[in-house]
């Protein structure tokens, strides 16, 4: 019996060490949702703080950030739509940000399969829009995209930017 306890012990052990390594620092994540019929599906790994300076630092203000980690961020839309007043065409696109104090930059590139923004060429763009930047009083732990009634937004650290989708 003492056996069979040890061996039930050891293997319950292994499996949480199992699963803890499984654990990424930068997990895979989506956000979905839908506005006037059109899906929107946003992929992206989604990096913690962990007691870093997020913008300005970690995230370089006025240069091109690939807007997560690992892979580029992508983002998909069923349909054509406006961005921000601009028209992009359905489709698939890598996305990418560049963050300013009062206004970033939202950037869709054609080319949806990239490592990073290292390959990034900006005559790949196929939209271009700009959108206020802001702090919140709350701090995002993890980088978060959410798809909301009216576009879309990026969370993570203080930060906030959102765009309009019609």
Partial sequence: MKKSSLILIIL????LVAQAQDEKPSPAKTA??????????INYSSPAVKGRTI???????GQV??????????IEFSKDVKVQG??????????????????STFIF???AKQWGAYTYDQSQDALRVTVPSEQSSFMEERLV??????????????GRAAAKVE
């Fill in 12 to 15: 319950m052990a292994f499996g």
């Fill in 32 to 41: 979905e949702g839908e506005i006037n019929g059109t899906k929107i599906t």
């Fill in 55 to 61: 913008w300005g630092d970690l995230v370089p203000l």
């Fill in 65 to 74: 950030w690939r807007a997560g980690a690992n892979d580029a961020t992508t």
């Fill in 86 to 103: 601009k028209d992009l065409p359905a489709g698939k696109y890598s996305f990418f940000v560049i963050p300013g104090e009062m206004e």
């Fill in 109 to 111: 590139n054609k080319v």
């Fill in 145 to 158: 995209y959410e798809v909301t009634s009216s576009g879309f937004e990026i969370r993570w650290e203080y």
